[in-house]
């Protein structure tokens, strides 16, 4: 026993968080969150470029490599539209326009997805492969590993809209009942005080992760099919 | 802090500072005239000339560096030790930092820094890359003719080629004494590296890449061949024994070589910077 | 009763979904048929299969360990909370515990385990090595050999301060009570354990023959074995990336009231400069082994220059990684060396501003250098020169750390304690491996060293002789805090004593041997080289045999003797040292102020003037 601190100090009165806390945490982890994946995409743009300089054995990109520009377009611009529909839902939910949010997060959602499946259908009616040249397989390899980076913020999407869409009922201060936060019947799920409260921040810090993922979507737009 | 702690600080400043001199003053001369003359790898090729000279010069840089934090941490901690018994209750100096020390230990380190930096890139160009590998399109290479060689790594073996002799292949590197060589190191699969220690030669094996190193030996002998990048199972066996002759026994093994190799010779690609095997194998 | 118990998210169950969920995967890759995949058949290499193996392997292991739990609730509207259930006693440290000194201790136990296990490949190693010509072990188990101790250390060590000391301190140095993302953190710690037993499997599919770089195209080329070595390296990546994230998340937004930038302690500057470091250097590894993944399965032409890839882009991708890696080793030894010297030296630490500078001056520099992995290569020559001068620029942060050490020394009242002993080892072991470094970043003497046992023993140096010493040193130092009980000391400075003399007696000799021309990772070497190497491996036998005296303290004080600690053992004015031993779930009972000095030590006037505390607890208004 100390003076900053008893063992035998009983937990449950130590203070429940301010949500600001978990709110900063989350607009923090989302700037981290985004420069990480921009060092992974930077891995294929150094690829890209180094092995078109290279160009070995000619085989950078043989004839009939040639990539689908109407398709690559409308990914790049489901998710160009798609970040931008979060960042307008974000900011409704800043001013307390929750139904408003929902509404443009669900378009949102729905256009990340069909990013997805358009890039499915690329992958299936595509006339190269893997072992057609170096730029083949960049081009595989950078669009596939980008949906799987899609998906994962549509999930953080969807948590966003299914919370919100389980309190619409309650006021913006809501504190849930026991076990619902932790999904521990037997917790009382206080150690963040409102943890409904965190919805707009966090929908801050997802419109930022997936503004980001979306910026690097246009600039591989831009290298696999324009250039 | 008092002032008789002061000044026994200050006395404690001299006696590192004088003992750091006099332990340079020892060391220096013994790596300028003992150690650094004897660095590997020898002084029997240009490369390995321009490699001790470099080892030289660093080492001697370094010493002053290595004496003074050696005998600041043994002699701190035998002087600033508190002996058992002692009433350890007191605290050190308080000194948070020191200005003056603080700049002439960065003035110190970035001069010898940006000296070692910029000596060691003119050494590597004055001596035609002091034998290591510069790629297809080497910087500093010798004016004047040069004896051109090829080194092929294949798991798990080198082989040889000399274009001026028909592209004529051997298992043996033989080279001639007192001419500038130019090799060309690739590879047929993995990546390999061309390690000739007593020349002071290494250059790294890729395939489908031409990488030159150039050197010079000055006498003749015996030198030892290692590939020195982990290339598979053998790659600890992937050795070999080169031999620097003078020009007419040269002449007379390659002669001999080509007249050996003569039948096979057909079969062989025509000489080329780097080769494309077919196919690809998989091997273990 | 008890069998109810083990019925539940748990270890046990994890390890169960685990092995299911890889046969599942298996079977899943067994039913690609497409036309790139049929040459993989016919040499009946089943990459696929393992690596959706691996893949849905690991995902059943953090099933069972309840991971998804949270992610699953999250999908159903329900709002976000901090904790699992956190029972009191020792069965939290066997599944997911949200509190971060659990994950410390985790760490701590995990990670030294996996050592253990790399540190036993090594003595294989060097029974290998004592003569030339007789071999104990076949070509393959020997690269295998090689190839599984460099990379479990590598893996392991990368997270080897950060995980068991930075998780359980840094929250406690900086006033709060929990990181910024608890349970990433517990996720870090079970993806790494998750990665090691991975690693093992290496042994069943035939072993590797690539050593810990890896480098293409003989990964291409390799059998199975390979894929463990891939599948470990990017989930340790992962592992990485957020440990790193967490780390820098938690320091940039979770410091109390008085904890400002300039009054962190140097502790958490070393591991918050590292911590950027794992967050951006792993992405660019993960890329990388996906695309030696993608070679290797779907038949893309990355690295084969054939189909117009490139061996040097494999070497490119993995050293920008591959050199803030080695930074990721260093930095949290120097952050420990000068978190502990002013304790033992009863001072200030010399040179604040200094050493902050020192250790993101490396940090920042270690992007720019990687070349210099490369000089041998065949890479443009005009690269070379630039390369060179980066990579000896960066001797100088690294130049300030040893100033502020020395400072710190300087007119101290030096206690000769383990940890001390560790932190001074620390000093002459880096002193070698930089001044090793500087010959390596010279490219005309690294036309000799490179490849050669001389690169492995500045490596060795720096990674061993700087970072475990300082990882000993930290377990000495911070062990009674974590547990409340005493290790003996006269065992440690045992362990001590013989770590460090036969360290240099394994690895001084090395240096020598490099330089007479011995090749890394070779199973055979010159004739005259032999005696060198017996005495090398002789030496390191009794550097293993030190590690033996570290568990036997370990366990006979832990578990045995049981002698308590107490709170403030070594005299320190740290805030962990006045927080009770071990320290409490919570914490604090209120949140602290901190005041201007994290280092109130030294006389300030006369010598009886007592030195102001680092922290004042809140006043209770709150």
Not at chain 1, 202 to 224: C, Q
Request: charged share 10%; aromatic share 14%; glycine share 10%.
């Amino acid at each position: 026993m100390t003076e900053l601190a008893h063992h035998s100090t009983d937990y449950s009165v130590v203070e429940s968080e301010s949500p600001d806390v978990m709110g900063r945490n989350l607009r923090v982890g989302a700037h981290l969150w985004s420069s990480a994946t921009a060092f992974f995409f930077v891995a294929f743009l150094f690829t890209y470029f180094y092995l078109r300089s290279l160009n070995n054995h000619g085989l950078w990109r043989p004839k009939g490599v040639n990539a689908p520009v109407t398709l690559g377009t409308l990914i790049a611009v489901a998710v160009a539209l798609s970040a931008i529909m979060t960042f307008a839902a974000a900011r409704k939910l800043r001013a307390g326009d929750r139904s408003a949010f929902r509404s443009l997060g669900v378009v949102a959602l729905a256009l990340g997805l069909a990013a997805v499946v358009l890039q499915i259908v690329v992958f299936a009616t595509v006339g190269f492969g893997p072992t057609d040249g170096a730029y083949a397989s960049v081009f595989l390899a950078w669009s596939g590993f980008y949906m799987v980076f899609v998906v994962g913020t549509m999930y953080w999407l969807e948590v966003l809209l299914a919370t919100s869409f389980r309190y619409r009922g309650h006021g913006a201060a809501a504190r849930p009942a026991p076990g619902e936060a932790s999904g521990d019947a037997h917790r009382m799920g206080d150690d963040i005080a409102s943890p409904i409260s965190l919805q707009s921040p966090g929908a801050d810090a997802f419109a930022f992760t997936w503004g980001v993922l979306a910026g690097i979507g246009v600039i591989t737009w831009i290298i696999l099919y324009l250039i | 802090m008092s002032s008789s702690a002061a000044d026994g600080n200050r006395r404690h400043a001299l006696r590192i500072a004088a003992l750091t001199v006099i332990a340079t003053a020892i060391a220096l001369p013994l790596v300028i005239l003992v150690l650094g003359p004897n660095m590997p790898p020898g002084k029997d090729t240009t490369a390995g000339v321009s490699q001790v000279f470099d080892n030289t010069v660093l080492l001697v840089v370094m010493t002053p560096f290595t004496m003074f934090i050696l005998i600041f941490i043994l002699y701190s901690v035998l002087a600033f030790r508190v002996r058992p018994g002692d009433n350890d209750q007191r605290d050190g100096a308080a000194i948070r930092g020191h200005m003056p020390s603080q700049i002439v230990w960065l003035a110190t380190t970035t001069a010898a820094v940006l000296f070692l930096a910029i000596f060691g890139s003119a050494e590597l160009l004055a001596s035609n890359g002091a034998g290591g590998g510069e790629g297809p399109k080497p910087i500093a290479k010798p004016s004047g003719s040069v004896f051109q060689v090829q080194v092929i790594g294949q798991q798990w073996e080198f082989t040889y080629r000399y274009p001026s002799y028909g592209g004529v292949e051997t298992a043996q590197l033989v080279l001639p004494v007192g001419q500038e060589i130019e090799f060309h190191v690739t590879s047929l699969d993995a990546v390999h590296s061309f390690w000739a220690y007593e020349l002071g030669v290494k250059a790294d094996a890729n395939p489908g890449v031409d990488n030159v190193a150039f050197v010079k030996v000055k006498k003749p002998g015996t030198f030892q061949i290692r590939c020195a990048e982990l290339c598979g199972l053998w790659h600890g066996y992937m050795f070999d024994t080169g031999r620097v002759v003078s020009q007419s026994q040269f002449a007379t093994w390659i002669a001999g070589q080509q007249r050996t190799f003569a039948g096979s010779q057909q079969y062989l690609p025509k000489y080329s910077l780097t080769y494309t095997p077919d196919p690809q194998d998989r091997a273990g | 009763m008890k069998l109810r118990r083990l019925i539940g998210f748990n270890l046990l169950t994890a390890v169960i979904l685990g092995v299911i969920g890889f046969y599942v995967g298996w079977w899943l890759g067994s039913l690609f048929t497409s036309e790139s995949v049929a040459y993989l058949k016919e040499s009946n290499q089943h990459d696929i299969s393992l690596f959706i193996g691996y893949f849905t392997g690991v995902l059943g292991f953090l099933v069972g360990l309840g991971f998804a739990n949270y992610p699953v609730q999250r999908m159903l509207g329900k709002p976000a909370s901090l904790r699992e259930k956190e029972t009191q006693g020792k069965t939290r440290y066997l599944g997911l515990c949200t509190d971060h000194k659990v994950v410390g201790l985790q760490y701590l136990i995990g990670i030294g385990a996996f050592i253990f296990i790399g540190g036993l490949n090594a003595m294989l190693i060097r029974y290998e090595l004592i003569t030339p010509n007789q071999h104990a072990w076949n070509g393959n188990n020997y690269l295998t050999l090689v190839g599984l101790h460099g990379t479990m250390m590598m893996g392991m060590m990368t997270s080897g301060i950060l995980g068991p000391f930075a998780n359980y301190l840094v929250p406690i140095m900086i006033g709060a009570r929990r990181m910024a993302f608890p349970r990433i953190e517990a996720l870090t710690f079970w993806l790494l354990m998750a990665a090691g037993a991975i690693l093992m499997t290496a042994i069943a599919f035939g072993g590797f023959p690539t050593g810990w770089t890896g480098y293409a195209p003989l990964i291409d080329q390799a059998n199975m074995g390979v894929d463990a070595y891939i599948a470990f390296f990017a989930i340790v990546g992962l592992s990485m990336c957020l440990l790193g994230l967490n780390m820098v998340a938690t320091v940039i937004t979770m410091r109390a009231p008085g904890m400002t930038w300039g009054r962190l302690p140097i502790f958490v500057w070393g591991q918050f400069s590292t911590a950027i470091l794992m967050l951006l250097a792993p992405p660019v590894l993960i890329s990388t082994l996906l695309m030696v993944m993608l070679d290797r399965t779907a038949q893309t032409g990355f690295f084969n220059d054939q189909i117009g890839g490139s061996s040097y882009l494999y070497e490119n991708l993995f050293w920008f990684f591959g050199h803030p890696e080695v930074y990721i080793l260093a930095l949290p030894g120097m952050g420990i060396l000068l978190e502990i010297l002013p304790v033992f030296t009863r001072k200030p630490l010399w040179g604040y501003k200094l050493a902050v500078s020192g250790l993101m001056g490396i940090a920042l520099l270690s992007w720019l250098v990687w070349q210099h992995h490369l000089f041998m290569s065949g890479i443009n020559a005009d690269l070379r020169p630039f390369y060179m001068l980066s990579t000896e620029l960066i001797s100088l942060p690294t130049g300030f750390i040893f100033i502020c050490a020395l400072g710190t020394l300087w007119a101290g009242r030096i206690r000769l304690t383990s940890p001390m002993l560790f932190c001074l080892a620390w000093l002459f072991n880096f002193l070698i491996g930089g001044l090793s470094g500087v010959f390596l970043s010279d490219v005309p003497s690294d036309v000799t060293t490179h490849g050669s046992f001389f690169s492995m023993a500045h490596f060795h140096y720096t990674i061993m002789g700087a970072l475990l010493f300082s990882f000993f040193g930290g377990i000495y130092f911070w062990l009674p805090k974590m547990t409340g009980i005493k290790l003996n000391e006269r065992l440690a400075k045992a362990h001590f004593w013989v770590m460090f003399i036969s360290f240099n007696c394994t690895f001084g000799p090395l240096l020598v041997i490099g330089f007479l021309g011995m090749p890394r990772r070779a199973v055979t070497y010159a004739g005259y080289l032999q005696g060198a190497n017996t005495w090398v491996s002789v030496s390191a036998f009794f550097l293993g045999g030190s590690m033996l005296i570290f568990i036997f303290n370990f366990v006979w004080s832990l578990v045995f003797v049981r002698e308590p600690a107490g709170d403030n053992p070594w005299n320190s004015k740290s805030i962990e040292w006045q927080l009770p031993s071990p320290v409490p779930v919570h914490n604090f009972d209120r949140i602290p102020t901190f005041g201007p000095d994290p280092y109130p030590y030294g006389n300030v006037g006369s010598d009886a003037v007592p030195s102001m505390p680092a922290v004042t607890p809140a006043r209770p208004t709150q």
